[in-house]
């Protein structure tokens, strides 16, 4: 039996599989067949300070291998999510991490101190510096790396807990941005978000979507999120949580060998939120039949070409 | 809810683009529970699509399950493929119902377009408790009509060119119909520009109404909170696939 158990930080997770943020809600309130403790991980939805009502519709529109997706960060604000959510983990048998989202540095360290103020079942935090579907906070700041570097040492100070940044492909050079937060103490690095896109609607000439701009995702972005993988492997030592259209085991394998520790389910959770679970179960056997005793022994052994 | 890998029985055309799918599911006909819900439809496997259409049921006999759809673009049109005996991945029952008070108002049926779905099922469920009801069903020409227009049955089509039944839209034959009735109750499903446009006829008239209403949509479950609608009373939004599809019309707002 191989074993799939991964580590980030001093954070031991069951497997690798985690669900992206924002496409598995708060990870309560899900279909009954749905069965989370085979999860790695629950990446909750963003939390913001205040509640967020999100952008009007249209908000999605599907894409060629894709779709594009702008709510606009619509969450219920961390007092609600500390008073209704969180108690609720005590039942759950898999790990959560909060994504915090916000307009300001001062708002970010707000939320997670008001998280940090309680006893929770919370294991880590996922800072996210790159919602391409607000006006602030999100991509601005993930773009810039002394921004981000500063934002990121602001957080540190206020957690033990695990700091996860998650980054923007929105750049010139990712790269940049990986070493940024990995310096100011960030314990891992999930990449990629959303890439900025858009669609038009041709009988009406207006946007497919309200905000005219929005987050592309699916397998249409997996080899852009494969090659920002690769680099920041290269460029950073702390774990890399690889996202980006992965849709079964095949693709997980994918991102292992560009260098990533974990990955996080996003997109197929909204065809079936159970792919985690079923990906899980993928990988299990393609280990067992492959004879690797640790899915890490895959981990960045990627064999470039001489 | 659940997702289930469904037996075709049938799937045929029944006028210009519209077809009916008739599937086999156990597991969702146990879990239905009335005109209103819909069901979420992967035509095939591959990623080229990923995302799931939203359909509403038009019929469910045992664990036998119908859905009317409209061909207008590659999914739909890779659905008409499908033979009986292939299977088809459905996620469901999905939302809300028709709430039909039977005792207190006299309920007229609209369905425009692809929104009849719904609007048959519900006329269905009034046929088998033998309640009298008023229908009118609307399309842009008579061949997207499969039924008769027949208004001594209480059964009127329109056509936007006039080629079969009333000339106009399920306005025009609303207005006819309203004359000759007390206390009516409107149960509408269609496009938005239809529903916004009974809803301002029946602010105007006082008259309440139940919209179920069509909206872009990733996931069906809540998560994904793309299927955001207007509500009317403040700035915020319900999600069409987990506080609808079925609204009070004096709830929600089209802009």
């Not at chain 1, 609600?80 to 609720?88: G, L």
């Not at chain 1, 039942?91 to 940090?116: G, H, M, P, R, W």
């Not at chain 2, 369905?111 to 099922?121: A, K, Q, V, Y």
């Amino acid at each position: 039996m191989t074993d799939l158990t991964c580590k980030i930080g001093s954070i031991e997770f069951k497997n690798p599989i985690f669900t992206a943020s924002g496409t598995f809600g708060y990870g309560n309130d899900l279909p009954e067949f749905v069965d989370v403790s085979k999860l790695g991980a629950i990446v909750t939805k963003s939390i913001t300070y205040e509640p967020r009502i999100g952008n009007p519709p249209p908000r999605i529109v599907e894409t060629p291998s894709g779709m594009l997706n702008s709510i606009g960060l619509a969450n219920i604000g961390v007092k609600r999510f500390i008073k209704d959510i969180i108690p609720i983990y005590k039942n759950f048998d898999t790990k959560i991490i909060v994504n915090i989202a916000s307009s300001t540095n001062n708002e970010y360290v707000k939320v997670l101190k008001e998280i940090e103020s309680i006893s929770s079942d919370i294991i880590g935090y996922e800072i996210n510096i790159s919602c391409p579907n607000v006006e602030h906070g999100g991509m601005e700041l993930g773009v810039d790396a002394e921004l981000s570097s500063n934002l990121i040492t602001e957080l540190r100070k206020h957690t033990e807990k695990l700091l996860i940044v998650k980054l923007t492909p929105n750049v010139t050079d990712i790269t940049k941005i990986a070493k940024a937060v990995e310096s100011a103490g960030a314990d891992a690095i999930s990449a990629i978000n959303t890439i900025v896109g858009m669609g038009i609607d041709i009988k009406t000439h207006k946007p497919a979507i309200y905000k005219t701009y929005a987050g592309l995702s699916g397998p249409a972005i997996k080899p852009i999120a494969l090659a920002m993988v690769h680099k920041i492997s290269k460029a950073v030592s702390i774990p890399i949580i690889g996202i980006g259209g992965i849709v079964n085991f095949e693709n997980v394998v994918e991102f292992l060998l560009a260098g990533a520790t974990a990955v996080q389910i996003g997109t197929a959770n909204l065809r079936n939120p159970n792919a985690g679970m079923i990906i899980v179960d993928e990988l299990n056997n393609y280990l067992d039949d492959s004879r690797i005793m640790h899915y890490s022994e895959l981990i960045g052994k990627l064999k470039l070409y001489e | 809810m659940i997702i289930d890998k469904s037996e075709i029985i049938e799937n045929t055309q029944i006028a210009k683009d519209i077809w009916r799918m008739v599937f086999k599911s156990a597991e969702i006909a146990d879990r239905y529970l009335g005109a209103g819900q819909f069901v979420a439809v992967l035509a095939n496997d591959d990623w080229e699509h990923p995302i799931r259409r939203p359909m509403s049921i038009a019929n469910v006999t045992d664990d036998r399950i119908s859905i009317i759809y409209k061909v207008f673009g590659f999914v739909t049109e890779a659905l008409t493929n499908l033979k009986s005996e292939d299977y088809v991945n459905v996620l469901g029952p999905i939302g809300n119902t028709f709430n039909v008070k039977y005792e207190t108002f006299y309920p007229i049926l609209i369905g425009g377009g692809i929104g009849l779905s719904p609007i048959l099922n519900l006329s269905k469920c009034l046929v088998y408790k033998g309640i009298d009801f008023t229908m009118i069903i609307g399309a842009k020409t008579s061949t997207e009509h499969f039924l008769e227009h027949n208004p001594n049955e209480n059964l009127f089509l329109s056509t936007d060119d006039g080629t079969l039944g009333i000339k106009g839209t399920v306005i025009e034959g609303l207005n006819i119909v309203l004359k000759d009735i007390r206390n009516p109750k409107i149960f509408a499903c269609g496009p938005e520009p239809m529903l916004h446009s009974i809803q301002k006829m029946l602010e105007e008239k006082s008259i309440p109404a139940q919209f179920s209403v069509e909206s872009y949509m990733a996931c069906g479950v809540g998560i994904c909170q793309g299927c955001a609608m207007h509500k009317k009373q403040n700035d915020g939004y319900f999600l069409v696939c987990k506080d609808g599809p079925v609204f009070e019309a004096n709830e929600v707002r089209f802009d």
